[in-house]
């Protein structure tokens, strides 16, 4: 499995800016697939993940309402939509496949990663 993050970029706060994820391998319907986040000085965290085989959503409590993660089975690409950014979300902001259709928020158990995409939100 490979990961393709792209889509980021510099944008003002308030902005809205859609990231897309790539994923080449077999049987991507059942991967549970997720973004993550890496700001300035910070630790990686978790964004927001979207269950295998089921397309239930969780969020980050930082983005919920504002942010909105999808996936195409079909062009086997998740994508992350942001609304109202804020000049804290500015990051690099990975893309992850977890083998387990359970999905969850913490990285380890997440077994592929994109090589991640800068968005910087100035004000």
């Known amino acids: 499995v490979q990961l393709q993050a792209s889509g980021g970029g510099l944008v003002q706060a308030g902005d809205s800016l859609r990231l897309s994820c790539a994923f080449s391998?077999?049987?991507?319907?059942?991967?549970?697939m997720g973004w993550f986040r890496q700001g300035p000085g910070k630790e990686r965290e978790f964004v927001a993940g979207?269950?295998?085989?089921?397309?239930?959503?969780y969020y980050a409590n930082s983005v919920k309402g504002r942010f909105t993660i999808s996936r195409d089975n079909a062009g086997k690409s998740v994508y992350l939509q942001m609304n109202s950014l804020e000049l804290e979300d500015t990051a690099v902001y990975y893309c992850?496949?977890?083998?387990?259709?359970?999905?969850?928020?913490?990285?380890?158990?997440?077994?592929?990663w994109g090589q991640g995409t800068q968005v910087t939100v100035s004000s």
């Open positions: 992850a496949a977890d083998s387990n259709p359970y999905g969850g928020s913490a990285s380890n158990r997440y077994d592929f």
């Open positions: 391998g077999r049987l991507f319907s059942t991967y549970s």
């Open positions: 979207l269950r295998g085989r089921n397309p239930t959503t």
